[in-house]
Nanobody, 126 residues
Framework: QVQLVESGGGLVQAGGSLRLSCKGS????????VGWFRQAPGKEREFVAG????????YITDSLKGRFTISRDNTKNTVGLQMNSLKPEDTAVYYC???????????????????WGQGTQVTVSS
C-alpha cells in the first residue's frame, strides 16, 4: 500500500508556472506507476500525465504537451508536475494517483488506480 500527498498548488496569473509535487510513502515507491489527474468544477476527472516506476517512460495528454512535464525522483519518493504557460482553463483540483507496476492498464484510466492523494487546488486567474 502507498499513501500520497500532493503539494504545490495555489493561485497564479495566466502565463505563470507552478510545480506540483506528489510524495509517496513506503520503500517501494519505485514499484508504482503514478498519474496526475485534474477535476474542474462540474467536469469529469481527466488524465493529465503519467510516469512509470523508473521514470524512463512519461506520458502527457495531447492537449497539454509543450506546457506540462512530469518527472520523478525515487530517492525522494516524489513525482513532480511542472506546469508552464498556465491558462484559466487549467484551474482545477489536481490529484496524483498510484498503481503497482504489474498493472498493465493504460496510465490514463483513473479507475485503474487504487491509491489517491487528497488533491491540491490550482487556480489560474486571467
Amino acid at each position: 500500500q502507498v499513501q500520497l500527498v500532493e503539494s504545490g498548488g495555489g493561485l497564479v496569473q495566466a502565463g505563470g508556472s507552478l510545480r506540483l509535487s506528489c510524495k509517496g510513502s513506503g520503500r517501494t515507491f519505485n514499484n508504482y506507476k503514478v498519474g496526475w489527474f485534474r477535476q474542474a468544477p462540474g467536469k469529469e476527472r481527466e488524465f493529465v500525465a503519467g510516469i512509470n516506476g523508473n521514470g524512463y517512460a512519461t506520458y502527457i495528454t495531447d492537449s497539454l504537451k509543450g506546457r506540462f512535464t512530469i518527472s520523478r525522483d525515487n530517492t525522494k519518493n516524489t513525482v513532480g508536475l511542472q506546469m508552464n504557460s498556465l491558462k484559466p482553463e487549467d484551474t482545477a483540483v489536481y490529484y496524483c494517483a498510484a498503481k503497482h507496476f504489474s498493472n498493465s492498464d493504460a496510465l490514463s484510466g483513473a479507475s485503474t488506480y487504487p491509491y489517491w492523494g487528497q488533491g491540491t487546488q490550482v487556480t489560474v486567474s486571467s
